[in-house]
């Protein structure tokens, strides 16, 4: 006699998926309804997306992976022990040093200082060498994590002759094979104040960065310079790739640096004047807030953008409408932002729009669509009504800051 087959209710195990919420029915297929999942032949079934959630862990690099060792069963402890282990590198004595001078914005490292310090650890690793950072106040977990050996703390402040002493002083102490820096506004300013001190050559903008060779542009951008590496040299943006390996601990220097003779400074800062964020280009804004269609109290758009002290932005349908200023346009036919945050509130994330995102470090989507293209590009997204989160936002940081927001 055959044995009896549990029947399936495939409408309950649709109700059980069901995800609550106003709009268009949504089901998460990750979970599991009530009762055994047997097939017709009474065996259990696998569920696939369950056995992907259990192998799921975050890599030191922030990103998704798998880790596939062990029984199923046994996956979400071997994930997370796995996720706990943290390997860091020690270089103790090192052939040579390699000095790398990043900008830290704000005592932090930006896109471009992680570049730098990706193309620094390349060279390190090509001979057994170190990488020294030399700047202001930053959190050396960071460093490590970017690929430095160790670090000297600057204390010159905002004076470009006393900076330039520290570091030749360094440079004295540590006799390093090249100093690398990044060919922003203070990185070029730098660069160019060493080579003059030192007398050493430089090597401007290189846009390809090997172990015995650099490729960097001339003429007016029409022809390619093909050398060898000089021991200054400054790197264009968003053509080297940041260090994505293993951490680095940040040990001491054992070497002695003597600091340089003080002397009157040539230049003094007064005061750092912010720019006004509701009038900053948008292609410079830091912090832009955008609106797009699925926003339509714009006077609670303008408060929270107030609140937050960010710049304003726009999709492209919010500015066809009228609704926002054609200046105010992020997108491939608008401006294309290079900003450390984004918030897109309302905005699904249309093609031309998310060109606009293309160096954008960390986006905040505000969709009620679960499946819009700008959740799946965002680091952090709320499913929810922008008209509600707008107010309950503002909210917040009144409560937490007063009436002037963040």
Partial sequence: ?????LRRDPRAERAARLVPGNGRLRYDMSATPDGPMTSPSGRLRRDPRTERQRLLTTGRDGRARLVRSGLIGQMAGSAASTASVVKKIRVEQPEFFIIVVPDLPEGRLDRADRQVLGAARKLADAGGGAVVVVGETVDEASLGQAGADRFVLLSSGSDPDGRVAELVAVMDALSPRHVLLPESEEGADTARRLAARTGLGLLPGIEV????????PCGAGRQEWVGGLAPLMTLAPDRVPTWEGDAHEILSLEETIE????????????AVIPADPATMNLGDAPFVVSAGRGVTDFASFRATVRALHATPGASRVVCDNGDMPRSTQVGASGTILDALCYVALGIAGAPQHLQGLGRVEHVVAVNTDLHAAMVARAGLAIIADAQAVMPALCEILAAEYGEKGA
């Fill in 259 to 270: 600091g340089p003779v003080p002397a009157s400074a040539r230049m003094t800062v007064g």
């Fill in 1 to 5: 006699m055959n044995a009896l087959r």
């Fill in 209 to 216: 960065l090997g172990p015995k060779q650099v490729i960097r």
